[in-house]
């Protein structure tokens, strides 16, 4: 059990530092980009035509990463109150089924953020000329780890028969 266990929580662990990681970088370039507009904008009155490009393509890069995050730390989005009063089996077989879900339908998502990334990967965006698909490719890299996530989440559960404890919903303040 321990030995499943142990490399999986290694490779969470690391995942989780590069999403968390990648996060900051990513809100910090936000708001250095926005900062620079307002000031060309109300300080020189000389804006540039990019940042709204760039803000945008931040932004979507931080959503999906910053989802597989709190994916990774069980925040998911749940009214779990039913689940909460069932017996711990019940409750077992509940968290299993709901890592199963979302394994597929981040997987769909995924597949269909793959597809949308080739049928505009030849199209440039009007202001900063970057490809189009790098407002797809989030969709895929956020999907792909939340479903690294649930799996792990889903091995979890299969191998320690205590983990439903650790698995269940977080309020996240």
């Not at 189009?132 to 792909?144: K, Q």
């Amino acid at each position: 059990m321990a030995t499943i266990l142990r490399p999986l929580r290694a490779i969470e662990s690391v995942l989780g530092r590069i999403e968390e990681g990648l996060g900051i970088v990513l809100v910090a370039g936000l708001l250095f980009v926005v900062n620079l507009q307002i000031i060309a904008r109300y300080v020189f009155h000389a804006p540039f035509i990019w940042p709204e490009e760039v803000s945008r393509l931040l932004l979507v890069w931080i959503t999906f990463i910053s989802a597989a995050a709190v994916t990774r730390r069980v925040g998911d989005l749940a009214v779990d109150t039913f689940i909460e009063m069932l017996p711990r089996r019940a409750r077992r077989a509940m968290l299993i089924l709901r890592d199963l879900l979302m394994i597929v339908v981040f997987a769909i998502v995924a597949f269909e953020g793959f597809n949308l990334a080739k049928a505009v990967g030849g199209m440039p965006l009007v202001a900063t000329g970057l490809p189009t698909a790098l407002l797809a490719w989030p969709v895929i890299a956020g999907c792909g780890l939340s479903v690294i996530h649930c799996a792990s989440r889903l091995i979890a559960l299969a191998v320690d028969p205590g983990a439903d404890e650790t698995h269940t919903s977080q309020v996240l303040t």
